[in-house]
Structure formats: C-alpha cells, structure tokens
C-alpha cells in the first residue's frame, strides 16, 4: 500500500501564498526522485518541480522564482511553496515519485487563484 497523499490547496487571491503538502507513506529510501505537477482544466498535465535527494531541484520556467520544492527526509514528506499566485496557476496539483515499487501518483489538491 504504497501511497501518496496532498493537502494545502485552497482558494488564494492573486498575488497570495500557499504551500502544498505530500506525505509518502514507506520507507524514504524506496522512494526516489519526488515532483510536483499539475493540470488545468482542458489542458495537459505538466511538471511543476522536482527534486531528488533533499536538495537538488528543477522547476519549471513559468513558476522558477515563485515556487519552491523541498524535501523532509525524516517526515518522508515533499513541499511545495508557493508564492506570487497567479490566476494561470490554477489547477489540481498533484504529487509524484519514482519508486522502488512503481511509478505512484497523489489524488490531486486543488488550488485556485481568484479575485
């Protein structure tokens, strides 16, 4: 029963924060890098950021200086800071990971921006 599971989205006004929460159920050590994507209705999912290990991260260029992914090791939990919402950063985020036992994806969090 690998799995993972988000929370923190919500409904924030543009230019407001939120952070994104993914706690991985197993051992840390099964599960490899660890990403952040999302999908807006009628579009395609895209990769938000990764990071592998706790400290190496690649983002996307429509969210680099906005968001920022990190890890907890001990918590087994992946983060997603995000800041300077924007009305295109709605959408339902979702959490993924490599793993020693597949390729396993969150439920999604929705998270709209919104005057």
Do not use: H
Not at 16 to 33: D, E, P, V
Request: aromatic share 10%.
């Amino acid at each position: 029963q690998v799995q993972l599971v988000e929370s923190g989205g919500g409904l924030v006004q543009p230019g407001g924060s939120l952070r994104l929460s993914c706690a991985a159920s197993g051992s840390i050590f099964g599960f490899y890098a660890m990403g952040w994507y999302r999908q807006a209705p009628g579009k395609q999912r895209e990769l938000v950021a990764v990071i592998a290990g706790d400290v190496s991260a690649t983002y996307a260029d429509s969210v680099k200086g906005r968001f920022t992914i990190s890890r907890d090791m001990i918590k087994n939990t992946v983060y997603l800071q995000m800041n300077s919402l924007k009305p295109e950063d709605t959408a339902v985020y979702y959490c993924n990971s490599n793993t020693a036992w597949g390729n396993v994806w969150g439920q999604g969090t929705q998270v709209t921006v919104s005057s």
